[in-house]
């Protein structure tokens, strides 16, 4: 692994997982839009014939569920990396932190002067950084600064 590296490959892989978490989270919202549609009638298939909508809907699936399964793989990586010792029954929680943690954000800038969605967006973040502390079996910090800090030169583990 190169030690020289800017930031330390667990936080590049953390937040690889954090931003396909959030695609897979859009993939869902678009699922459900299209199938919503076609329940309600609000499609004009004058436009886009009914085999080709379902046919749209379907390869939304098809690429949620690939990216949901490169999500566990790199969700599996950093647990590895770090010796496997850590609390995974923390998975479930550090998928959805990380998933509100981003859309709060998200919200946060299409209205950066609100102070309460950038108040929920730090606290999320801290909870985040809590709970994947504790998933990963390393020194419980809520700190993302400190958390960074300590991956420095800690993935030195076996990844195979």
């Known amino acids: 692994m190169n030690k020289h590296s800017t930031d330390a490959i667990t936080e590049d892989v953390i937040r690889s997982f954090v931003q396909v978490s959030a695609s897979e989270l859009h993939l869902k919202t678009l699922v459900?839009?299209?199938?919503?549609?076609?329940?309600?009638?609000?499609?004009?298939?004058?436009?886009?014939?009914f085999q080709e909508f379902v046919e749209n809907i379907e390869d939304l699936k098809e690429e949620l569920i690939r990216v949901a399964a490169v999500r566990r793989e790199l969700m599996l990586y950093i647990y590895r990396l770090h010796g496997g010792v850590g609390d995974k029954e923390r998975w479930c929680q550090i998928k959805?932190?990380?998933?509100?943690?981003?859309?709060?954000?998200?919200?946060?800038?299409?209205?950066?002067?609100?102070?309460?969605?950038?108040?929920?967006?730090?606290?999320?973040?801290?909870?985040?950084?809590?709970?994947?502390?504790?998933?990963?079996?390393?020194e419980i910090t809520e700190c993302a600064s400190c958390f960074g800090d300590m991956m420095k030169g800690e993935d030195t583990y076996e990844t195979t």
């Open 32 to 49: 459900e839009k299209r199938d919503s549609e076609l329940d309600n009638d609000l499609v004009d298939f004058e436009e886009i014939s």
């Open 96 to 138: 959805h932190y990380g998933m509100a943690s981003i859309t709060i954000f998200e919200a946060w800038q299409a209205d950066p002067k609100c102070e309460l969605l950038y108040n929920h967006w730090q606290e999320l973040n801290a909870l985040f950084v809590g709970s994947l502390s504790r998933f990963l079996g390393i």
